[in-house]
T-cell receptor
Framework: GQNIDQPTEMTATEGAIVQINCTYQTSGFNGLFWYQQHAGEAPTFLSYNVLDGLEEKGRFSSFLSRSKGYSYLLLKELQMKDSASYLCAVSRYGGATNKLIFGTGTLLAVQP | EAGVTQFPSHSVIEKGQTVTLRCDPISGHDNLYWYRRVMGKEIKFLLHFVKESKQDESGMPNNRFLAERTGGTYSTLKVQPAELEDSGVYFC?????????????FGPGTRLLVL
């Protein structure tokens, strides 16, 4: 079967670092995406990992371990605007389709 | 460059009525996807178009849902007749045709409420 697990909610302080974990089980793994979604808005692409290791992009980094079925999103120097839902999504290849399998999302609240 | 757009942003209809949702993908994106998020649940895949062809419609809930993409540009998703459990947010996403790992860019969604 397919299963994506991530914490439902997290709270962090402005200026701090927060790590959002995601574990997955799926067949046809073809990479893992992280999206940011503010309430009422479109999910916005943050990062993509297909090989093991860390991908860094400014204040955001994402890590993948395929053997462990594990990823995390690291947010540094937190800002109030980072308060949002963070969606972990596994790209699953089947036929000619790359469908995304989503977790339920982690709602991050950044406090002053 | 314009992003993925969806219309309407909100729709409130009564059970048994018909609703048609529209998605305009990013220009040049051959891949178009529909997803749905029911309250309290994760976003789930509905179907995938490559140009005007349905590549995978394994996520479509039942035959009350009909998706089209005539001409390979915009797509419509019609629900007829709508049921209470169809309420949720319907997202559209598009990706560049090159490669199989193209990032999917999402629209803001259509919030459907069936009363």
């Amino acid at each position: 079967g397919q299963n994506i697990d991530q914490p439902t909610e997290m709270t962090a302080t402005e200026g701090a670092i927060v790590q959002i974990n995601c574990t997955y089980q799926t067949s046809g793994f073809n990479g893992l995406f992280w999206y940011q979604q503010h309430a009422g808005e479109a999910p916005t692409f943050l990062s993509y990992n297909v090989l093991d290791g860390l991908e860094e992009k400014g204040r955001f980094s994402s890590f993948l371990s395929r053997s462990k079925g594990y990823s995390y999103l690291l947010l540094k120097e937190l800002q109030m605007k980072d308060s949002a839902s963070y969606l972990c999504a596994v790209s699953r290849y089947g036929g000619a389709t790359n469908k995304l399998i989503f977790g339920t999302g982690t709602l991050l609240a950044v406090q002053p | 460059e314009a992003g993925v757009t969806q219309f309407p942003s909100h729709s409130v209809i009564e059970k048994g009525q018909t609703v048609t949702l529209r998605c305009d993908p990013i220009s040049g994106h051959d891949n178009l996807y529909w997803y749905r998020r029911v309250m309290g649940k994760e976003i789930k895949f509905l179907l995938h178009f490559v140009k005007e062809s349905k590549q995978d419609e394994s996520g479509m809930p039942n035959n009350r849902f009909l998706a089209e993409r005539t001409g390979g540009t915009y797509s419509t998703l019609k629900v007829q007749p709508a049921e209470l459990e169809d309420s949720g947010v319907y997202f559209c996403a598009s990706s560049h045709p090159q490669g199989t790992t193209g990032t999917q860019y999402f629209g803001p969604g259509t919030r459907l409420l069936v009363l």
